[in-house]
């Protein structure tokens, strides 16, 4: 995959997001367009996943 300038500042920009949302004490799941609308399913498994990752986590 070819990246541009464009892509270049808009991975750096999402890198600085997820860094200042961190810092926030929020998680950051990411998934592709194409997973969202023809793999909602998986999707929504993962986000459950993840949130009882935390609860667990939370609880310890």
């Given at each position: 995959?070819?990246?541009?300038k464009?892509?270049?500042?808009?991975?750096?920009?999402?890198?600085?997001?997820?860094?200042?949302?961190?810092?926030?004490?929020?998680?950051?799941?990411?998934?592709?367009?194409?997973?969202?609308?023809?793999?909602?399913?998986h999707?929504?498994?993962?986000?459950?996943?993840?949130?009882?990752?935390?609860?667990?986590?939370?609880?310890?």
């Amino acid at each position: 995959m070819k990246y541009t300038k464009k892509r270049e500042n808009s991975r750096e920009y999402d890198q600085m997001r997820n860094k200042h949302m961190k810092g926030l004490g929020l998680h950051v799941l990411r998934f592709q367009n194409v997973d969202i609308s023809e793999n909602t399913e998986h999707v929504i498994e993962r986000i459950q996943q993840e949130v009882a990752r935390l609860k667990t986590k939370s609880e310890e």
